[in-house]
């Protein structure tokens, strides 16, 4: 099987705007969870969602948004860049209840 | 309020010996514990789990180790092999419909010297 991809790989945004990132998981995996990975913080949950619902939130503003499709595939978006947004944007899929599996990452920079 | 800790930023160990990587967690509710190895600017990559109803687990190289009662679970490589050098995650989630929610340490620098 394929693993998680996630497009695009890197971006460069300012402040102020906002952003989309697209995460497609394994097939046949129904949950898909985002993590925020900053050298300060390490790496924190954002959300998951399980057959397109949002199963579980971490604590982070509301300028933070995901979603997911009938097809399993997710995006979360940003708006309203903030300088301390510039990180390391991990996603995850799983069959819902065991392990997950992580994509390359999309490295986000705000200037 | 850091729930899982990894007390030790970095270890270093000669190629061949064994590799000991700890982690020390608080929350009760934890079920589910798994390791991580990460390259920078890489995705983490899945290593071995263990569920809270074992104290072990193995899987070639890697074996986990769970105390509940200390709340401590530990991961042996043996033999450790110059490619080991990453960063090694543990995490922690609370199982049920909290699958999807991992809550990591703050890693540690393993490097195999040859």
């Known amino acids: 099987k394929a693993g998680v991809t996630q497009t695009p790989r890197y971006l460069i945004k300012t402040r102020g705007q906002q952003v989309t990132l697209s995460c497609s998981p394994i097939?046949?995996?129904?949950?898909v969870s985002w993590y925020q990975q900053t050298p300060g913080q390490g790496l924190q949950f954002l959300f998951e969602?399980?057959?397109?619902?949002?199963?579980n939130k971490g604590n982070f503003p509301g300028r933070f948004s995901g979603r997911q499709f009938s097809n399993s595939r997710s995006e979360m978006n940003v708006s309203t860049l903030e300088l301390g947004d510039s990180a390391l944007y991990l996603c995850?899929?799983?069959?819902?209840?065991?392990?997950?599996?992580f994509g390359p990452g999309t490295r986000l920079t705000v200037l | 309020d850091q729930q899982v800790k990894q007390n030790s930023p970095s270890l270093s160990v000669q190629e061949g010996r064994i590799s000991i990587l700890n982690c020390d967690y608080t929350?009760?509710?934890?079920?589910?514990f798994l390791w991580y190895k990460k390259y920078p600017a890489e995705g983490p990559t899945f290593l071995i789990s263990?569920?809270?109803?074992?104290d072990k687990n193995e899987d070639g190289r890697f074996t986990v180790f769970l105390n509940k009662s200390a709340k401590h679970l530990s991961l042996h490589i043996v033999p450790s092999q110059p490619g080991d050098s990453a960063v090694y995650f543990c995490?922690?989630?609370?199982?049920?419909?909290?699958?999807?929610?991992?809550?990591f340490g703050q890693g540690t620098i393993l490097t195999v010297h040859p």
């Open positions: 097939s046949g995996h129904r949950s």
């Open positions: 263990i569920s809270s109803i074992k």
């Open positions: 995850a899929s799983s069959e819902g209840t065991d392990t997950q599996y």
């Open positions: 969602y399980f057959s397109e619902t949002q199963r």
């Open positions: 929350n009760s509710m934890f079920d589910y």
């Open positions: 995490a922690a989630n609370a199982g049920g419909t909290s699958y999807g929610k991992l809550t």
